[in-house]
Every structure is written in C-alpha cells, then in structure tokens.
C-alpha cells in the first residue's frame, strides 16, 4: 500500500507560480512512476505530468508543456510538479499518483491516489 499526501495548492493571480508536492509512503517510493493529474469542474480528470522511477523520463500534456515541470526527490520520497504562468484554465484539483508499471496518460495505470490538492488561478 502507498498512501500519497498533496500539499502546495492554493490561490494565485494569473501569471503566478505554486509549487505542488507529493509525499509518499508505505512502499519504496523509487518502485514507482509518478503522475500528476488535475480535475476542473465539470470536467473530466486529466493527465498533467509523468516521471519514471528514476526521474530520467518526463512527460507533459500539450497543455502544459514549457509552464510546468516536474520531478522527484527519491531520497525525500516526494514528487513536485513547479506550476509557472498560471492560468484561469489551470484552476482545478490536482492529484498525484503512483504506478507501479509505467508513466501513462491512461488513470488506469496508476494503482494509488492522493487526496488531491486545490489550485485557482484568478484572472
């Protein structure tokens, strides 16, 4: 069992930065791939970033790419995802997630959640 713990969200104008975090534990953080998701509402949730075990591999929705970056801390068993130029359209609850077989765009490949972390960007 992996339990994920959020933190970072909050308030912040359009144009601003947020720093997301992700704790995990119960298992060997580096056993597993990291995703972050976000889920605005009336919407569908959605892939934001990936990173494999070792960090080496990153990945981005088109949405996103050149804005947001992500990456781990293994040793701190923590993966972040640093959120610049923030948008109107950026604002929703961002999740992170772990898998235990690769990055995916698909949900369906990330075993466990985190609880989730609100971002809102006003214009």
């Known amino acids: 069992q992996v339990q994920l713990v959020e933190s970072g969200g909050g308030l912040v104008q359009a144009g601003g930065s947020l720093r997301l975090s992700c704790y995990a534990s119960?298992?060997?953080?580096?056993?597993?791939?990291m995703g972050w998701f976000r889920q605005a509402p009336g919407k569908e949730r959605e892939f934001v970033a990936g990173i494999n075990r070792s960090g080496g591999s990153l990945y981005y929705a088109d949405s996103v790419k050149g804005r947001f970056t992500i990456s781990r801390d293994n040793a701190k068993n923590t993966v972040y995802l640093q959120m610049n130029i923030l948008k109107p359209e950026d604002t929703a609850v961002y999740y992170c997630a772990a898998s235990s077989t690769r990055v995916a765009v698909n949900q369906r490949e990330y075993k466990y959640w985190g609880q989730g972390t609100q971002v809102t960007v006003s214009s």
């Open positions: 119960g298992r060997t953080f580096s056993d597993y791939a």
